[in-house]
């Protein structure tokens, strides 16, 4: 059941002006998951010590009541602060305006940007299995647990199988579903996207979106936005992954099959713009999306903005967490 404006939020990090490292949207193996946060540099926004500090303990128990029903948003994670803000905190923010009567809180699956996190700017975030712990501590009975991830991949069946552990320890648990879930969701993505991108769409430039990509078969995801582009009648729109399939290479065949572009654009495909958009998109080394395709002859213009920022994408998150109100009978 919709209720009003209140969320309650955990406040409080050393403000920092940075560009988001990996986001919560991304997919990788089992053995990458965890390690595209380190090493990270943060080049394109630096950190002032003049910024006023919020405070920002994610994960405290704030103002729940035992027995009540919270809403945990997980998410991947991110080590660039100003990024956060308008991409998985606009998200948090927008499923709490919808759901006011209910506290929401945060955790993170990457250990590695939790640490880093805690370690450059004293800012505590729970990861799941503590955000978890916390609540059966404060005596919650229900839990809505929606991530932000875009598929249902690996971080998705990770997060399905820590819940399973703690069955027994609330009385219900109900995990929403990721981003690209149901046909409905790649419409209104597509949608997103294209409403967002419309400036560019001249006949002449080519509008490609850089997703991660993954070894799990939510790979599928990529063709199927493809497809999807296609089908509404969207001839200028290609979808390309860092990691897997398809790859830049089929990306740069298909626009050389079309011939007439003069101009691409570089957007991610992710939540947050993080570590891939800021460097494997957007980077002037010579194996970034960026430098290659200039390197064809194109003239190429980048937008950092993850899909996190577009209003329309948040609603979704916000009509999913909804779905898993009614299965929870609220």
Known sequence: MRKQLTAVFMAGVLGAACVAMAGCGQEASPAKADTEAVGVTETAETTEAADTLESEKAG???????GSTVILVVSFGTSYNENRKVTIEAIEE????????YEVRRAFTSQIII???????????DNVEEALDRAVEDGIANLVVQPTHLMDGY???DLANELKDYEGKFSKVVLGEPLLSSDEDFDKVVKAIVEKTAEYDDGETAICFMGH???ADSNRVYPRMQETLKAAGYE???IGTVEAEPALEDVMAA???KGSYKRVVLEPLMVVAGDHANNDMAGDEEDSWKTILENEGYEVECVLEGLGQIPAVRDIYVE????AMEKLGE
């Open 60 to 66: 405290d128990s704030g103002d729940a009541v035992e």
């Open 236 to 238: 200028n729109y290609f």
């Open 213 to 215: 990509g993954t070894e």
């Open 115 to 125: 640490d880093k996190l805690k370690e450059r700017d004293g800012l505590e975030i």
């Open 94 to 101: 927008a499923v709490g305006s919808e759901f006011g009567d």
């Open 320 to 323: 999913h967490v909804q779905a």
């Open 255 to 257: 626009l050389k099959e």
């Open 155 to 157: 971080e998705y069946t």
